[in-house]
Every structure is written in structure tokens, then in C-alpha cells.
């Protein structure tokens, strides 16, 4: 049911060109399609206004494959929203979701030049540990 608020909040960043390593907009169908095939374990958080019920931001967790005490983040909030502070209140809620999970690391990959995204995962604690492909890795310990 809130596939079509998440593509409407997601596709103007994506249309920004300097916000997202995505570079396609996604339709309801695709989001559809990724709610339903996300993995065990994965943990997908959302913050709303209160008064009206928009869809203000939301971040996702998923399990790597290969290390299954390590996730991948993705952080999304409105243009029209950003530096309220709805990033670092999913991040909270975020941490205690994968500590229950048994998450030891959650893994950020942001493009190079989005300074901004960089601010914000270091603000919150990640470390940049490389680089690749004009991608910056930032680790989280959760332990």
C-alpha cells in the first residue's frame, strides 16, 4: 500500500542527479516488486508527518549475502524535508532493530562527490573505509 508515497518521495531525489547512486526512477510496480522480495532479516523503517500522514523519509537495512552479521543501508528523505532531523530518528530506530537482528556492521555506499550523505552517515558514526568505482564505503559498528 505505500509503494506509490515511497516512489513519490524517492523519485525526485533520484531526478536531482546528485542525491542517490540510482539512476533510474522507479515505478509503483518496481517498489511493489522490492517490498515483496525483500530478504529475512531485512529491516525497512519509515517516518510520517503526524497532521497530514506524508511520507517524510524512510531507510532500509539488507542482509549481505556473503556476511550475515552485515547489512547495507540506504537512507531516503524528502527534498522538502531534509535537515530536520527524520535521517538520525530512523538511524536510531534502525540500530535497535538490527541489534535484535544480530547485526554486528551495517555497511553505507555513497557516491563520492554527495557530500552531504558523507556528512550525515559520519555524523552519525560510520567510518570511511574506501573507495570504489567513484563510491565511498562507510562501516557502522553496532557492537
Same mark, same amino acid.
Given at each position: 500500500m505505500d509503494a506509490g508515497a515511497i516512489a513519490g518521495l524517492i523519485n525526485p531525489i533520484i531526478a536531482d542527479g546528485r542525491l542517490t547512486a540510482m539512476t533510474e526512477t522507479i515505478t509503483?510496480?518496481?517498489q511493489e516488486s522490492f517490498i515483496r522480495s525483500l530478504p529475512?532479516?531485512?529491516v525497512y523503517l519509515a517516518v510520517t508527518d503526524d497532521a497530514t500522514g506524508t511520507l517524510l523519509g524512510l531507510q532500509d537495512c539488507l542482509p549481505d549475502p556473503d556476511r550475515p552479521k552485515q547489512c547495507d543501508i540506504s537512507t531516503f528523505v524528502d527534498l522538502n524535508a531534509s @535537515? =530536520?532531523?527524520i535521517g538520525k530518528a530512523l538511524f536510531r530506530e534502525m540500530q535497535e532493530q538490527l @541489534? =535484535?537482528?544480530g547485526f554486528r556492521t551495517i555497511r553505507a555506499v555513497i557516491r563520492e562527490e554527495n557530500a552531504g550523505a558523507r556528512a550525515f552517515y559520519r555524523a552519525l558514526g560510520f567510518i570511511?573505509?574506501?573507495n570504489k568505482n567513484g563510491k565511498v564505503i562507510a562501516s557502522y559498528r553496532l557492537d
Open positions: 509503483v510496480s518496481d529475512n532479516r531485512s @535537515r =530536520r532531523g @541489534r =535484535r537482528l570511511e573505509t574506501g
